[in-house]
């Protein structure tokens, strides 16, 4: 890994040299394609280099050991204990930084959730998940907007969409697409019978519209009256937009603002995100098998995530991690999942040979 090193740091001077190149500042996408590689080298370099510093004090030490004796031996062979355990630590975080970055790192994040089967009581599912990311979100600092929804009779809803900003929102909540199944005994039940409904989560990078153009002759752009719970009117404007991609069959819905244009820009955002996600799909199956795995059919035998409120139970069924802290978790203490996840996928990149050995 020291010779890889070496070349990042030259990597890292070319790079800079870039930054102040009159063609490059003048490209708006070079620019900040530049800036983003001059940051992920910013950050290699720097824990390479202590890492390097760390091997050359623990080779001082030892050095200085074959010369010495007594009291001034053991404190240097202290010394060299010190810097070999931190050149182990800083090797492992070398070689993480060197696994493949994901091209999504970065970006901010559209999620969907909608109610999948267990009628009312899977829409007032996809509710409680909706609070339980907000009130993570809140934990991590992070930015949040309401894209739009669609109430359901009791309060639940039928889908709704949010868009996520801040540092690290794709690399915590990539995991979570897929459908979610929670087991308790729900407000419409009457006898007091434990009931498993599910809701889906879909996760998806937001796209900007230099990335992802979309030509106006692509769409077919319905207008109707936002409707709320059992299906009756709330305003008396047509402010509802349904967006159609006639090449994709892609459609979105937006009715949470007054006016016609915002909810059709929010609409865009949206399909944008979508048709970025498509695109990525395409280039890799990977990604496609991806995909499909966090939509699949919503139904309650098909899921990522268990959500007992009898026995207080979250389990992640992809990694096999229990947690008995439901509250907790609905309350948005969701870094127990989270960072077990993200730590599976490193160990899983290791594991395939993406790192340097």
Do not use: C
């Given at each position: 890994m020291l010779d890889r090193l070496q070349g990042l740091e030259e990597e890292l001077v070319h790079v800079e040299s870039q930054l102040g190149d009159p063609q490059v500042t003048s490209d708006r996408d070079r620019f900040v394609e530049v800036s983003r590689r001059y940051s992920q080298l910013s950050e290699m370099v720097e824990v390479g280099s202590e890492w390097r510093s760390a091997l050359e004090d623990a080779a001082a030490a030892r050095e200085m050991a074959e010369s010495s004796d007594g009291d001034e031996l053991s404190e240097i062979r202290q010394m060299e204990s010190v810097a070999t355990s931190n050149a182990a630590v800083l090797a492992e975080q070398f070689r993480m930084l060197l696994l493949p970055r994901d091209p999504n790192d970065g970006r901010n994040v559209i999620v969907e959730i909608r109610g999948a089967e267990g009628g009312e009581e899977a829409n007032l599912w996809a509710r409680d998940l909706?609070?339980?990311?907000?009130?993570?979100?809140?934990?991590?600092?992070?930015?949040?907007?309401?894209?739009?929804?669609?109430?359901?009779?009791?309060?639940?809803y039928t889908d709704i969409a949010f868009l996520v900003k801040g540092d690290g929102v794709w690399r915590h909540l990539k995991h979570e697409g897929g459908p979610h199944r929670v087991q308790r005994v729900p407000v419409t039940e009457s006898q007091g019978r434990v009931h498993t409904s599910s809701a889906t989560v879909t996760v998806l990078?937001?796209?900007?519209?230099?990335?992802?153009?979309?030509?106006?002759?692509?769409?077919?752009?319905?207008?109707?009256?936002?409707?709320?719970?059992?299906?009756?009117?709330?305003?008396?404007?047509?402010?509802?937009?349904?967006?159609?991609?006639l090449p994709t069959g892609l459609v979105v819905s937006m009715q949470d603002e007054k006016s016609q244009l915002q909810n059709k820009a929010k609409a865009l955002r949206v399909l944008r995100a979508r048709l970025l996600k498509l695109h990525q799909e395409e280039q890799a199956s990977s990604q496609a098998a991806q995909k499909r795995d966090q939509v699949k059919g919503g139904g309650r035998a098909e899921k990522i995530r268990t959500y007992n409120f009898k026995e207080n139970r979250v389990t992640d069924h992809r990694i096999g991690v229990t947690l008995y802290k439901l509250e907790r978790v609905l309350a948005g203490d969701l870094d127990g999942v989270v960072e077990p996840l993200m730590i599976h996928e490193r160990e899983q990149q290791l594991e395939a040979g993406n790192g340097e050995a």
């Open positions: 909706f609070e339980m990311y907000r009130a993570y979100i809140n934990t991590k600092a992070w930015g949040i907007e309401v894209l739009g929804s669609h109430l359901s009779d009791m309060g639940g990078p937001e796209a900007d519209e230099v990335e992802v153009q979309i030509d106006p002759n692509d769409l077919e752009v319905d207008t109707y009256r936002s409707s709320g719970p059992g299906g009756q009117s709330v305003n008396t404007t047509d402010s509802a937009v349904r967006v159609t991609h």
